[in-house]
């Protein structure tokens, strides 16, 4: 299947029995993100939260902080 990052248009390959490519398939709304750039947000976004001025909403866990 071939797959273009949403955020760099770089097109890849996935196998066709792979369950991204399946999800990719069956739920237009999903996106593709490639490794790289993958990587590099998941980098900058451990590199906000060491600053402690970016706090993560996406996690489930409350701080003693907020309190």
Excluded at 33 to 43: L, P, T, V, Y
Aim: aromatic content about 8%.
């Amino acid at each position: 299947m071939r797959v273009k990052c949403v955020l760099c248009d770089e097109i890849g390959q996935l196998p066709d029995d792979l369950p991204l490519a399946k999800k990719l398939r069956n739920h237009p709304i999903n996106t593709y993100m490639c490794e790289i750039c993958h990587e590099r947000i998941a980098d900058e976004t451990g590199k906000r939260l060491a600053t402690g001025n970016f706090t993560f909403y996406r996690s489930s866990h409350v701080s003693e902080k907020d309190f």
